[in-house]
């Protein structure tokens, strides 16, 4: 069986944030739409419920961090504890996919799934692989990194990797 996910979508909420549910909800491996945000989007909480979206409001940063970095991994992190299934999705909220091209990186993910040895900060873990768009290895966070789709735990511990890196 193929898995499902949990999508965490991070980030402020924009006036396209209902478009973008009802196009994910469309999604057959979509578990459950998780919205983590900044407590001055609050009042938005109960609409997103009605939508049947989870929403995890976090405080804002003192130090929000060059390029929002900071933020990013705050709400990344906090979505990523909120997900209740063994994979997730992680993407900003300025971002909308057609659902075709959803579904082709789905079934990329898929295709390439398998368990691989990796190396992390110079220790060796087994890790589940996990599908980034435009990453780029020296400035992790920076605002191209916006999608990121993986096994839950793996994200947690490339997360965690991100938030001590020295």
Request: charged share 25%.
């Amino acid at each position: 069986m193929n898995p499902t996910f949990d999508l965490i979508i991070q980030g402020p909420i924009y006036p396209w944030i209902y478009e973008i549910i009802n196009d994910y909800k469309k999604l057959s491996f979509v578990n459950k739409i998780i919205i983590s945000s900044w407590e001055a989007y609050a009042e938005y909480k109960l609409l997103l419920f009605d939508y049947g979206v989870k929403m995890v409001l976090n405080q804002d940063l003192q130090n929000p961090g060059r390029n929002n970095r900071n933020r990013k991994i705050k709400s990344s992190t906090s979505g990523i504890e909120a997900c209740q299934s063994d994979y997730a999705i992680v993407m900003r909220s300025d971002i909308l996919f057609d659902i075709a091209s959803f579904e082709k990186i789905y079934d990329f993910f898929l295709e390439n799934k398998e368990p691989t040895l990796k190396t992390i900060h110079n220790t060796n873990i087994p890790l589940n692989k996990i599908v980034c768009i435009n990453f780029v290895q020296d400035h992790p966070f920076h605002p191209n990194d916006w999608f990121f789709m993986g096994h839950k735990k793996d994200l947690e511990v490339f997360r965690h990797s991100m938030r001590h890196r020295k």
